[in-house]
């Protein structure tokens, strides 16, 4: 059974960085790309960043510039450096994986930036 889990979520005022975690386990064969995603309050889940294994990457307009998402491939870990924090970035963030065609999702983490 594929799990996701993230970490790395918690309050921070604006400005200010955070480093979320997403951490696989269970067998993991032909793990071809990870993300996040982002779900407001009353809004809809939207793709916050995307790594394919091969490296390539793909950002949300919004975040373009803020935030970086890397991996380790060997770990079958995704990371997420959200610099420059705006309040409109709170929402809970969830790590996305396709792992085999298949899609799984981890249960998602809080970030609020807030003064």
């Known amino acids: 059974q594929v799990q996701l889990v993230e970490s790395g979520g918690g309050l921070v005022q604006p400005g200010g960085s955070l480093r979320l975690s997403c951490a696989t386990s269970?067998?993991?064969?032909?793990?071809?790309?990870m993300g996040w995603y982002r779900q407001a309050p009353g809004a809809e889940r939207e793709l916050v960043a995307y790594i394919f294994r091969t490296g390539t990457t793909n950002y949300a307009d919004s975040v373009k510039g803020r935030f970086a998402i890397s991996s380790d491939n060997a770990k079958n870990t995704a990371y997420l450096q959200m610099n420059s924090l705006k309040p409109e970035d709170t929402a809970v963030y969830f790590c996305y994986a396709r792992i085999s065609g298949s899609e799984y999702w981890g249960q998602g983490t809080q970030v609020t930036v807030s003064s």
């Open positions: 269970g067998i993991i064969f032909r793990l071809s790309a």
